[in-house]
């Protein structure tokens, strides 16, 4: 079955993928990104055995070539060596595109991963795409320092001739990284190249303001928070719910287990949600609520509300709860989500809407 580009950019939608060169900072640069946003880290070579496990030598032949040993490993051509590294990565794309599918239904994921720049193009949107690059000669070394290299560096060091066995990698890496290059400075893609005097925050601040990402808290009574929300609603263009959310916060009418969450970017409130027990629904058995979610017209377009909803629900399953509801007029949106829709339901005005469930 092939899925057509269209399909699989529309399933990706809640994907940022950090892609480059070898030691261009991918993996730093992805873990420094999660940990500032909350936002879940999937890093293809991690998963790499896992999928191996599932491939067979029909289908994934690159994925299940065995060498018996270091010697054998290192004592291909440099052709041969960089068309495996290559296969690898091309057979193992679909285990990763299916993976990503999944885990991004439920909330936004930074991938760390190998595409180049014609496969970024055709599965996923330029904002939501980063590469990172390393120019440099001496890929090796700095390859092997690492402590998640170990692995490799001691099996370099198996070799009958491990400066040999250097050698051919690194050439590997650099003329594979060369190509890369090359072509990602000419797609047109946002690109940064690892120099001294950039440090991961700094690249981590670049991919953060490229994609879009927020900062998400929840509101605490008194605080500037909570009176900055305030005003961001009393000026917001949602109209029908303005009064009651401005007033909600003001005489702060939340019970247990109930708060609102906030955007933040630049130090200013671009969006927001709330977990609530209750809604404009005479349904006292449906609860907990994902609602008011609202992001304001200049920060659209880089998955806020994915990031607030998926906030709002690691709230929710803290609290207890096994399963939150979105009650909405609007067919196809929280799908995308992860929320299937269960039924219509009619609200206090009398109007009927749309009631969406997800399982925490």
């Avoid at 896992?50 to 690159?62: E, I, V």
């Avoid at 890369?180 to 005097?197: M, P, T």
């Avoid at 009418?253 to 609530?276: H, Y």
Wanted: net charge negative.
């Amino acid at each position: 079955m092939i899925f057509q580009d269209n399909v699989l950019k529309e399933y990706l939608r809640n994907v940022y993928f950090v892609s480059g060169t070898a030691c261009g900072g991918k993996s730093s640069v992805s873990k420094e990104l999660g940990r500032l946003y909350g936002l879940k880290v999937y890093d293809i070579d991690r998963e790499f055995q896992a999928h191996q496990a599932l491939s067979d030598k029909t289908h994934q032949p690159s994925m299940n070539r065995v060498f018996r040993n270091a010697d054998e490993f290192f004592g291909r051509t440099v052709e041969d060596y960089k068309n495996w590294l290559i296969g690898n990565t091309r057979e193992q794309l679909e285990f990763v595109l299916l993976d990503l599918i999944r885990l991004s239904r439920n909330a936004p994921v930074i991938c760390d991963c190998h595409l180049t720049a014609e496969e970024a193009s055709r599965l996923t949107d330029p904002s939501r795409v980063i590469f990172l690059i390393n120019e440099t000669d001496n890929i090796i070394e700095s390859y092997c320092a690492r402590p998640d290299h170990q692995d490799f560096g001691e099996f370099i060091e198996s070799a009958s001739d491990p400066e040999n066995a250097k050698r051919i990698c690194n050439e590997t890496l650099c003329e594979l990284s060369r190509q890369r290059i090359a072509e990602i400075k000419n797609s047109g893609f946002l690109y940064v190249q690892r120099c001294h005097d950039l440090t991961i925050q700094d690249t981590a601040a670049i991919a953060a303001e490229h994609f879009g990402l927020v900062h998400i808290y929840p509101v605490e009574k008194d605080t500037p928070l909570a009176e900055q929300l305030t005003e961001f609603v009393m000026n917001c263009s949602w109209l029908d719910v303005r009064e009651h959310i401005t007033e909600l916060l003001r005489s702060w009418s939340f019970g247990e287990n109930e708060t609102m969450f906030a955007a933040v970017k630049d130090n200013r409130i671009v969006g927001m949600a709330a977990l609530m027990m209750t809604d404009y629904y005479p349904l006292p058995e449906i609860y907990p609520y994902v609602t008011c979610i609202f992001v304001s017209e200049e920060a659209r377009g880089h998955s806020i509300s994915g990031q607030l909803i998926a906030h709002a629900n690691e709230y929710a399953k803290k609290m207890g709860f096994t399963r939150t509801y979105i009650p909405t007029d609007i067919a196809g949106l929280y799908e995308h989500y992860g929320y299937r829709y269960l039924r219509d339901i009619v609200n206090y005005g009398g109007g009927t809407d749309r009631l969406y469930a997800k399982e925490l």
